[in-house]
């Protein structure tokens, strides 16, 4: 279809957006997201002001977590206290947690996948390969394959489900023969961390030390994660949700060892203008009713559009990465730069390497 015909379709739905701007404000400011029968009907916000991907100049920076009170932050587009926030997104996934991955591959196509593939592929180039060991010493083995190898540990935030840590030692098992791999999931809800556990329980890791699961919050990592003792530090699709964004990547700094690494995988900022159009309306008109369609929950995926919506831009987060003491690439997208796009911004891969 051609740009022509695309832009007086997309002029139209945004003033149909424009005219469902009250609708939409009026929903209550006190309203908790669960999962029932009552629902607020989907609203498609006003288009942004500006053509470009950052934040307009009327809004407060989606960088900033907390207003010039100090006392609220955004769920959303609505601003609460920040005492409140936690809660609020628990209700958001212990809504969804049944029907996440569900959903993941319904809104994305499956894109999410090769997503996820690409994100771990990256950030785990190459591993030393294991050699097995009898329990009681194997007496053939020489000295160089006989000595204890330090496992390689990774710590996985806000990955209740599994999805990144099984790609991890999928990764490590099949590509490099590497057991010597341990990975944590730490996650604030407990729904979505018993999620996790019944997927693992259906593979070769179960009751493993490969992989644990540990109920802890991003910004106050648990007290058994030490400073400088992980390795690799993910956090797929979780961030945006957190209360602040730069307690949380200073507490990733704080647990990773020298050398180590940090991987975000999180929703960026489409560039194409027609793109981010198309997008902005697939987003808020049809993700919402899918959700009410496969979860019982359109106000959930409601939030959960609106928190893409508010996250920092590509450049902005690459410095908040850079202002909690990681080394990045240069300021721009791409090979050798802070961030990598994928499928045109819709989703955005961000890394670091502690010094």
């Known amino acids: 279809m051609s740009r022509q015909i695309l832009q007086p379709r997309l002029r139209a739905l945004a003033a149909a957006a424009g005219a469902s701007r009250s609708t939409y404000a009026s929903a209550s400011a006190t309203r908790c997201i669960s999962s029932t029968s009552s629902r607020a009907n989907v609203q498609v916000p006003p288009p942004a002001p500006s053509s470009t991907p950052g934040p307009s100049s009327s809004s407060p920076s989606p960088a ?14 609505r601003e609460v206290p ?11 996934f212990s809504s969804v947690a049944s029907s996440y991955d569900i959903m993941n591959d319904s809104m994305s196509l499956g894109i999410h996948r090769l997503w996820k593939d690409s994100f ?4 785990l180039p190459e591993l030393p390969p294991s050699y097995h060991t009898n329990s009681r010493g194997d007496l053939s083995a020489t000295a160089a394959t006989a000595q204890v190898i330090e496992p390689f540990k ?40 018993n999620e996790g556990r019944k997927r693992v329980a259906k593979t070769l890791y179960y009751n493993t030390p490969q992989i644990t699961f540990t109920h802890g919050n991003a910004q106050h990592l648990p007290s058994h994660i030490a400073d400088n003792s992980i390795d690799l530090y993910t956090i797929a699709f979780g961030i945006r949700n957190c209360t602040s964004l730069p307690a949380v990547l200073s507490e990733a700094h704080r647990v990773l060892k020298p050398g180590g690494k940090i991987g975000v995988l999180e929703f960026g900022k489409v560039s194409n203008p027609l793109f981010r159009e198309i997008y902005r309306q697939y987003s808020f008109q049809f993700i919402p009713i899918m959700g009410k369609i496969l979860a019982g929950d359109s106000e959930s995926y409601q939030y959960l559009v609106e928190s893409i919506e508010r996250f920092p831009s590509q450049p902005e987060f690459a410095q908040l990465v850079r202002d909690a003491g990681f080394q990045t690439g240069q300021m721009r997208e791409g090979k050798g730069g802070a961030w990598t796009d994928f499928t045109g911004g819709i989703a955005t891969m961000w890394t670091g390497v502690k010094v």
């Open 64 to 77: 900033a977590s907390v207003n010039a009170a100090g006392k609220t932050t955004h769920f959303g587009f």
């Open 82 to 92: 920040e005492e409140e926030k936690e809660g609020l997104v628990g209700g958001v």
């Open 120 to 123: 771990v592929s990256t950030l």
């Open 154 to 193: 990774c710590l996985d935030v806000a990955g209740g489900t599994g999805d990144i840590a099984l790609r991890i030692l999928d990764r490590a098992r099949e590509k490099f023969g590497s057991r010597d791999i341990e990975v944590e999931i730490v996650d604030l809800n407990q729904g979505m961390l």
